[in-house]
Nanobody, 116 residues
Framework: QVQLVESGGGLVQPGGSLRLSCAASGFTFDSRTMSWYRQAPGLERELVASISNSGGITNYADSVKGRFTISRDNGKRTVYLQMNSLKPEDTAVYYC?????????WGQGTQVTVSS
């Protein structure tokens, strides 16, 4: 059974930083691309960043390029999202996602609130 458990969210002031973690189990972690999505109130869930199975290829939404960094530790079965220079518009629930055996799997999400 696939499990994705996000952590690291919280309240931060504009310009601050947070590091999100997603601990994975129940599938062959080092064979899968991993992704971070976010969903703000009233908006659709959107892709923030993705990372290939080896970590060699990363992709980012234009809105976070240069501020966010996705990484992974295959030995720890964990994917990270380092978020710097946070803005109020980054406020959302952040989700980890993996496609495994034809099914999309999501974590429960972690709330990030950027406010002064």
């Amino acid at each position: 059974q696939v499990q994705l458990v996000e952590s690291g969210g919280g309240l931060v002031q504009p310009g601050g930083s947070l590091r999100l973690s997603c601990a994975a189990s129940g599938f062959t972690f080092d064979s899968r691309t991993m992704s971070w999505y976010r969903q703000a109130p009233g908006l659709e869930r959107e892709l923030v960043a993705s990372i290939s199975n080896s970590g060699g290829i990363t992709n980012y939404a234009d809105s976070v390029k240069g501020r966010f960094t996705i990484s992974r530790d295959n030995g720890k079965r964990t994917v990270y999202l380092q978020m710097n220079s946070l803005k109020p518009e980054d406020t959302a629930v952040y989700y980890c996602k993996v496609l495994w055996r034809g099914f999309v799997n999501w974590g429960q999400g972690t709330q990030v609130t950027v406010s002064s």
